[in-house]
């Protein structure tokens, strides 16, 4: 029983993320690893920040990847403008709210929650009333993408509110960057983060992460130290601000870099407005086929995410089952609702490089089969033609 390489199956990644790598990508990490502190390196950093720059509409300086996942860099945003006995409004509709929730109160904060139900779109007015009450609230944090219902919201409209009531904004875009528009200067987010494995078309494990000038002030005025030494970005800055002298601050993950480079070279050879089109006729061309399977969605549709795509249960289906034949029969993974949505819903994600024509097909078509196979209440057999019709 000698263990021995690992060889992973080849699947059509479709959940919630991670999902399908670009084989430029895969390409680009398998490249020789070098010093992190190599000038060949360090000069690669400098696209990096440039290309993220670019993807995330901003000319904020503070803006780089940090080396680790999405958990991070929304860890990152809070211990650094949160100070022990500040108060938070947090909005939460789903899942990652409520994480935001914790992290707010390990930094000794107070949150004050903003409650929506799963599946619509945080409430512009509620968040109002919330700042009317709470006017020595000094952050707004929100969920633009809730990947955990698909829902989206909207982000210009709740970072104006908390401008007007002299609070900070903390967006989590792990899911919406690249698949929508994430204009950070324009709407003036405060703080950002994001993930490589959602629509950046990257592997898991990198959160870039961006602050405007307004934050960077709010964290140079701290009274307190912040309390992880890995996250304070005064520290990190030192490795990944500009300028020629890089100080050692941890070991860059120099190869997961190279990922992250390659894809957000392929995201501006598209162009990221090319990107947001191309996720929304793939939503589409996917909605005609489940609508024609007579399926329907959770969310409605102005407030529904292109790249995830809740889909509500047919009747009496045991839903992982079906999950556990497409895995099997499929080598297709989609994913399973979580929480209150939990046995309700499938998500299916159509994020960055596995946003495509080829994967609609193929995910209705194996979804057609498995659930006519288990005589399901759905129209059988009609799910693909009518994607078909929709890309036209
Ligand atoms: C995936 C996700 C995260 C967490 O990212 P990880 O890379 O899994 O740590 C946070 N927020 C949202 C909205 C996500 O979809």
């Known amino acids: 029983m000698?263990?021995?390489?690992f060889n992973p199956p080849v699947r059509t990644l479709m959940g919630p993320g991670p999902s399908d790598v670009h084989p430029r990508v895969s390409a680009a990490m398998a490249r020789p690893t070098i010093g992190h502190l190599d000038p060949a390196f360090t000069g690669m950093m400098e696209d990096v920040k440039t290309l993220l720059q670019y993807t995330l509409r901003t000319s904020n300086e503070m803006t780089l990847p940090v080396s680790a996942p999405g958990?991070?860099?929304?860890?990152?945003?809070?211990?650094?403008?949160?100070?022990?006995?500040?108060?938070?409004?947090?909005?939460?509709?789903?899942?990652?709210?409520?994480?935001?929730?914790?992290?707010?109160?390990?930094?000794?904060?107070?949150?004050?929650?903003?409650e929506d139900a799963w599946g619509e779109a945080v409430d512009p007015n509620k968040l109002e009333e919330t700042l009317k009450a709470?006017?020595?609230?000094?952050?707004?944090?929100?969920?633009?993408?809730?990947?955990?219902?698909?829902?989206?919201?909207?982000?210009?409209?709740?970072?104006?509110?908390?401008?007007?009531?002299?609070?900070?904004?903390?967006?989590?875009?792990?899911?919406?960057?690249a698949g929508t528009p994430v204009l950070v200067d324009e709407w003036g987010i405060d703080a950002l983060y994001s993930g490589s494995q959602k629509c950046l078309s990257c592997a898991p494990g990198l959160s870039p992460v961006t602050f405007s000038d307004r934050a960077v002030e709010r964290i140079t005025a701290r009274k307190s130290p912040v309390q992880s030494w890995f996250l304070d970005v005064s520290l990190v800055m030192g490795y990944w601000g500009n300028g020629t002298k890089r100080s050692y601050h941890h070991t860059a993950p120099v190869n997961a870099l190279y990922g992250l480079h390659e894809a957000l070279v392929m995201l501006r050879e598209e162009g990221l407005e090319q990107a947001w089109v191309r996720h929304t006729k793939n939503h589409l061309a996917l909605r005609a086929g489940i609508e024609a399977m007579g399926l329907s969605f959770l969310v409605k549709e102005e407030d529904r995410l292109p790249q995830l795509n809740a889909v509500l249960l047919p009747d009496g289906v045991d839903e992982a089952a079906v999950r556990q034949r497409l895995l099997n029969e499929y080598d297709l993974e989609i994913g399973a609702g979580l929480g209150v949505l939990a046995g309700?819903?499938?998500?299916?994600?159509?994020?960055?490089?596995?946003?495509?024509?080829?994967?609609?097909?193929?995910?209705?078509?194996?979804?057609?089969?498995?659930?006519?196979d288990m005589q399901a209440a759905i129209t059988q057999g009609v799910a693909v033609s009518a994607a078909?019709?929709?890309?036209?």
């Open 344 to 372: 309700k819903i499938w998500r299916i994600g159509l994020m960055g490089y596995a946003s495509n024509t080829k994967n609609v097909l193929y995910c209705l078509g194996a979804l057609d089969a498995v659930l006519s």
């Open 2 to 5: 000698a263990i021995s390489s």
């Open 71 to 114: 958990s991070a860099g929304m860890e990152m945003c809070f211990v650094n403008l949160v100070e022990p006995g500040d108060k938070v409004i947090v909005c939460q509709n789903g899942v990652f709210g409520g994480r935001m929730k914790e992290n707010v109160e390990r930094c000794g904060g107070v949150a004050v929650m903003v």
């Open 134 to 177: 709470n006017p020595d609230a000094r952050v707004v944090a929100f969920v633009h993408a809730e990947t955990s219902t698909g829902a989206q919201s909207d982000a210009k409209t709740l970072t104006a509110l908390a401008h007007q009531y002299d609070c900070l904004s903390i967006v989590d875009a792990v899911t919406s960057l």
């Open 388 to 392: 078909q019709s929709a890309v036209g």
